[in-house]
């Protein structure tokens, strides 16, 4: 194929998937199903482009990974998932032990899979999908809790499933050593990630770079080095991705919705890209040999690995029944499970392209039928909330030779901003309020001027105030005009 064709064929494979997520919306399913499809019809079955090289399909899957991680790491609010911390934590560690058991026991004995191939299923089919969660839970509108518990979890468990796949594909002896390895990787894994976050966010506020647009992709770098020191230090680079990106995403960077949106981007480019290439490495004529051994890993998975898992994770917190029965329908499979099965297809081990099918299988089923009735489930479980306010936006820009930084604040609708004079406002000595754009025209306010949703504000501010400044616009957003000086809760 000619350098013209594939850079056409691809161009045109990104417009018609940006395109497709508008009908998986409406649809309420995630994106990755139509994804899939247009790799299966550029594949043999359709166009018949030939793609069967497992290691390249390994290599270009965890790449994609990584980008989706930094995406959703930069994304996240740690003040969504701070409630949700130990929730979290628990099923995305524990959850993924009990899974990987529980799931094993359920092949070995329906399935007849002798242990150490069960194990390796369990392993493949214990991670949740940090895009197809997103992209459901966006259309449920569940409490910030429960949404930050899966967000979290879901952000977390690629990083010990991947290690356990790779060590049981591995010639590793599966012993009393083997949750310390995991424990090493997982926490040295865990402190790369927050030590290079720090750093670099550090690095990126005090650096003066000469455009823009490279404070982007500065940010980016920053999460694919932690990924690469992670796995050179024989400790989880997935993990240490994630860990940087959230504490970057939550740090004060310059031109931080500049950052998130081009990560965003990069993040769809990555899914898009991973789906279709996955899409293209299936083979349509043996899936329906893997039909029936699918739907029954399928029912293993959601009706008994999941479950289990979800309520042995969470006991200890006491959470509601109704929250856990949601919490384990919840658990969708996507992109993950297939990219894994490529670990042992690329090793050469016996089977591995039949687990391949097996979990493309399992993929479709679940995502159907879990993505299509978490909403009605959600209702029927009396946990569906009303649309809550969005958190303000701030976004900040060095002004370079004077010491000092231009915040630009968007007020969003339900802000509590909205009704508050300039007076109440009570911005640190340093900080000026010194153009509000409404409607498309932008006026000096006075004391008496009053905010209002969807204002666009600037606010120069000295470097040294930049930190206490923003903090006071988001606890007034939080709290209103009453708002105390403690943080950003306002309260």
Known sequence: MELAEMIGIGS????????????????????????????????EAGIGIEFDNPRLTQHLGIAALVMILAEGGLTTRWSNVRPALKEGLALATVAVAVSVGVAAVGFHYLLGLDWHTAFLWGGVLASTDAAAVFSVLRSVGVSKRLAGTLELESGLNDAPVYIVVVLLVSSATVDWGFPLLIGYQLVFGGV???AAGWLGARALRRAALPATGLYPL??????????????LSGASGLL?????????????????????????????????????????????????????????????VSLLARPISVVLSVYPFRMPWREQAFLSWAGLRGAVPIVLTTIPLSEGLPGAAYLVDVVFVLV?????????????????????????????EVDAAPLDT???????????????????????????????????????????????????????????????QREATERRIRAVDRAGRFARWKGESGR
Request: with cysteine; aromatic share 6%; proline share 5%.
């Open 240 to 300: 240490a991705t994630y860990v940087a990106g959230l504490v970057l995403g939550n740090s004060r960077l310059p031109h931080r919705s500049d950052t998130l949106s081009f990560a965003e981007g990069v993040g769809w480019l990555a899914q898009i890209g991973l789906f279709v290439f996955l899409g293209l490495f299936a083979s349509p004529g043996r899936l329906l040999d893997a039909l029936v051994p699918g739907l029954v890993a399928a029912g293993v």
């Open 218 to 231: 500065a940010t980016v770098a920053v999460c694919f080095a932690a990924f690469a020191a992670g796995q």
């Open 192 to 194: 790369i990630g927050l």
């Open 364 to 392: 479709i089923v679940l995502t159907l039928v879990q993505a299509s009735t978490l909403p009605a489930l959600a209702r029927l479980l009396r946990l569906e909330r009303g649309a809550e306010p969005r958190e303000v």
């Open 12 to 43: 045109a494979v990104v417009l018609i998937a940006a395109l497709a997520v508008r009908v998986s919306t409406r649809l309420g399913l995630p994106s990755l199903l139509l994804y899939l499809a247009i790799g299966v019809l550029l594949g």
């Open 402 to 464: 004077m010491g000092a930084e231009l915040l630009q604040v968007r007020i969003q609708p339900g802000s509590r901003l909205h009704g508050v004079y300039l007076s109440e406002l009570r911005l640190p000595v340093g900080a000026s309020l010194s153009l509000i754009v409404r409607d498309g025209a932008g006026f000096t306010p006075q004391p008496g001027t009053r905010l209002q949703e969807r204002d666009q504000l600037l606010v120069v501010v000295t470097a040294r």
